[in-house]
Structure formats: structure tokens, C-alpha cells
């Protein structure tokens, strides 16, 4: 294996890792889960993932406000009256964690970030962010798919966006 890219993919890994713990804290979340791993791709260096979620017309914010609004969807759906789950939807920040969580992630997480390092393993290239978005349309339940579904976005046209931008890495 060449080490460059070894060590390119141990860096692109802990960035994503980090940034993915540090974004769900900030959403009131104690562990990462799949949305955190997309939200942390959308700022890797590569730009893969930006750039594949702008062509279906999706960016960072969008996705943070549907996740608000998934979130204050299901706490009326437990009964809490409308306006009170869209204040309970705003996320409230955990503060710092100690150590980056790669054992203490979601199931989700777990999931997309496995996946994504086996696409980038059989296309032999650098682990990038368009491999967790490709990653994150595979996604059958869970709060990544209903996001994507609450923002009209064809899961097929956004695995084929983010396969567009492998395609000229």
C-alpha cells in the first residue's frame, strides 16, 4: 500500500471523525451519527461532498434546518404541542467532548463511515467526502433518509452526483 495515501486517508479519517463528534455536540447530540459524518464531509479540504450535495441544490444550512425540523416533527408526533418542539428543536449545545469517539459513534455513523472506507478501497482512491455522501444514500432508515426525503432530494441523483466527483479526483 503506498504510504501517502495511507497517510492521507489517516488524516482525511480523523478529520472526519473529529469535526463529526464536534458537530454533534453542537447539535446536543452525545455521540456521532450519519448526519454528523455528512455534516463533517461537507468540510473536508476535497470539497467532494460540497460539491456533490450543491448539485441536487443541497447545502450545510438546508440540512441543518431539516434536521430541526425532522427533530420537531417527532415531538409532536410523542404529543408535545407545535410550538414547544420547535423550541425543543433547537439544538442545544454539549460543550467539548475529551477524546475523539471512532468506538462511541452511532449506529448510523458506524455504518456509512464502514462503507465509505470500502468504497474508497475498492475504487483505490483517497477516502474523500464524496465517498460518505455515496455512502449516506444507501442509507434505508433513520434520520438521514427522511432528511433527504423532507429536502425532495433523489438519493440516485445524489449517489451519482458524488460518483461525478470521484470520477475527476
Same mark, same amino acid.
Given at each position: 500500500?503506498?504510504?501517502?495515501?495511507?497517510?492521507?486517508?489517516?488524516?482525511?479519517?480523523?478529520?472526519?471523525?473529529?469535526?463529526?463528534?464536534?458537530?454533534?455536540?453542537?447539535?446536543?447530540?452525545?455521540?456521532?451519527?450519519?448526519?454528523?459524518?455528512?455534516? /463533517?464531509?461537507?468540510?473536508?479540504?476535497?470539497?467532494?461532498?460540497?460539491?456533490?450535495?450543491?448539485?441536487?441544490?443541497?447545502?450545510?444550512?438546508?440540512?441543518?434546518?431539516?434536521?430541526?425540523d425532522e427533530?420537531?416533527?417527532?415531538?409532536?408526533?410523542?404529543?408535545?404541542?407545535?410550538?414547544?418542539?420547535?423550541?425543543?428543536?433547537?439544538?442545544?449545545?454539549?460543550?467539548?467532548?475529551?477524546?475523539?469517539?471512532?468506538?462511541?459513534a452511532g449506529? /448510523?455513523?458506524?455504518?456509512?463511515?464502514?462503507?465509505?472506507?470500502?468504497?474508497?478501497? /475498492? /475504487?483505490?482512491?483517497?477516502?474523500?467526502?464524496?465517498?460518505?455522501?455515496?455512502?449516506?444514500?444507501?442509507?434505508?432508515?433513520?434520520?438521514?433518509?427522511?432528511?433527504?426525503?423532507?429536502?425532495?432530494?433523489?438519493?440516485?441523483?445524489?449517489?451519482?452526483?458524488?460518483?461525478?466527483?470521484?470520477?475527476?479526483?
Amino acid at each position: 500500500m503506498n504510504p501517502m495515501k495511507m497517510f492521507d486517508d489517516m488524516r482525511t479519517i480523523k478529520q472526519l471523525l473529529t469535526d463529526a463528534e464536534r458537530i454533534a455536540r453542537e447539535l446536543g447530540e452525545e455521540e456521532p451519527g450519519a448526519e454528523h459524518l455528512l455534516l /463533517s464531509a461537507i468540510g473536508l479540504p476535497d470539497g467532494s461532498a460540497a460539491r456533490a450535495l450543491a448539485g441536487v441544490g443541497v447545502d450545510e444550512e438546508a440540512i441543518r434546518a431539516a434536521l430541526r425540523d425532522e427533530q420537531a416533527d417527532a415531538l409532536v408526533t410523542a404529543g408535545v404541542p407545535r410550538e414547544t418542539a420547535q423550541a425543543m428543536a433547537e439544538p442545544a449545545p454539549l460543550g467539548e467532548a475529551g477524546s475523539p469517539l471512532l468506538y462511541g459513534a452511532g449506529p /448510523s455513523a458506524r455504518e456509512v463511515f464502514q462503507e465509505a472506507g470500502k468504497l474508497a478501497r /475498492s /475504487s483505490k482512491q483517497r477516502l474523500a467526502g464524496a465517498h460518505v455522501v455515496i455512502a449516506v444514500t444507501g442509507l434505508e432508515r433513520g434520520t438521514m433518509p427522511r432528511v433527504l426525503d423532507r429536502l425532495a432530494v433523489d438519493r440516485h441523483q445524489l449517489a451519482d452526483a458524488a460518483r461525478a466527483e470521484l470520477a475527476v479526483r
